[in-house]
């Protein structure tokens, strides 16, 4: 198939495992990295004149990607990285595309003195992908700090929701699989920057405590059951360690499952399912997946 006239790149057949910090799956058909609005649009336009189906992917640290792979186009923003900061009489407003590491943001907002987000330093991935999955840690969630945010609909017609209307809730936002979130646009706070650095330096070294950090990873597999932190449960079904293939629950943090080498998507969900299972059977819970499985059924 022809992507004519996109002036971003487009990779054929590329295996997903490089592309997630899970490191399993099979190939994707077509990667496409558009580098402006105007490039996303005729990428929407031509995936659908042909019947491919899109995805959206930002850095791939909350997808696990099943291992014959996907028959669709995975969209990326991730080259159209800008952000813009306007002081304002408590802080700043701040304009972020969505492929901008959500790591770097917050470097840079913390460098001019601006409060708000240091409590989310840490956790991989864009700002897109942040906004979609209301990203959060350390008690505070990405879209407390948003005013409004900017995307494209599967009709490429540009809107612009404000945060009331973006259906936040705990890691989840009303953004359907069809709306591209091209921007957010961000109230941060004045604040003193020597606080606001040792602040960010104290919630990374608590994630490398805590967290496998040491191993490829999706973060938590699994969403906290009503305040009550899902590795409890699992720890309680004596799941602390248990190994399919080279996937692992995490000794350290029972809600991660670690890619000890060589796992294979099929092992990582075989372990998704074993935790339901057990969980389900023996506590009469229903634990729900944090993480998102792409192609992974069958
Ligand atoms: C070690 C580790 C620690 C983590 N810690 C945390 C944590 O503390 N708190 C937390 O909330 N999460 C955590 N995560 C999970 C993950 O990092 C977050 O969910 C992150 O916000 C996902 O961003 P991403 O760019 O990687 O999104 P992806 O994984 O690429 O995508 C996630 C979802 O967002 C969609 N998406 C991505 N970009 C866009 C866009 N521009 N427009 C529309 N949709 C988009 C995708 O289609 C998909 O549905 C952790 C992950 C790892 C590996």
């Known amino acids: 198939m022809e992507w004519k006239g996109i002036r971003g790149q487009v990779l054929k057949n590329v ?3 490089r592309y997630t910090s899970m490191k399993v799956g099979g190939p994707a058909r077509y990667m496409v990295y558009p580098v402006d609005h105007a490039d996303l649009a005729k990428v929407i336009g031509i995936a659908e004149d042909k019947g491919v189906a899109r995805r959206f992917l930002g850095n791939g640290t909350n997808v696990i990607v099943g291992d014959r792979g996907l028959d669709d186009a995975i969209i990326r923003m991730t080259k159209v990285r800008q952000m813009h900061f306007r ?5 700043a407003v701040a304009e972020v595309a969505g492929g901008t590491s959500l ?5 840079e907002s913390v460098e001019r003195g601006l409060a708000g987000l240091e409590k989310l330093y840490g956790i991989p991935g864009t700002v897109g992908g942040a906004i979609k999955m ?7 969630q990405i879209s407390e700090h948003l005013r409004s945010v900017t995307y494209m609909d599967g009709l490429k017609r540009i809107g612009e929701r404000q945060r009331q209307a973006c259906g936040f809730g705990y890691r989840t936002s009303g953004f359907t699989s069809s709306e591209i979130i091209l921007s957010g646009l961000f109230e941060l706070h004045d604040g003193d920057k020597a606080r606001l650095k040792k602040e960010m330096e104290r919630v990374r070294a608590e994630r490398w405590k805590k967290h496998p950090m040491e191993f490829p990873s999706a973060g938590s597999v699994f969403k906290n059951i009503g305040g009550n932190p899902a590795w409890t449960y699992i720890d309680k079904v004596g799941l602390r360690g248990f190994r399919i293939g080279d ?3 995490s000794e350290k943090h029972p809600n991660f499952i670690v890619n000890l080498g060589n796992a294979t998507a099929a092992d990582v969900v075989s372990l998704i399912r074993k935790v339901k ?3 389900y059977e023996q506590v009469g819970v229903r634990m729900e997946e944090e993480v998102e499985l792409w192609g992974c059924d069958g």
Not at 87 to 91: F, I, P, Q, R
Not at 134 to 140: D, E, L, M, Q, R
Request: aromatic fraction near 8%.
């Open 103 to 107: 790591a770097r943001f917050i470097r």
């Open 15 to 17: 295996a997903m495992k």
């Open 277 to 279: 299972k057990e969980v």
């Open 247 to 249: 996937a692992c629950i």
């Open 134 to 140: 209301n990203a959060g840690s350390f008690g505070v």
């Open 87 to 91: 002081k304002t009489a408590e802080g």
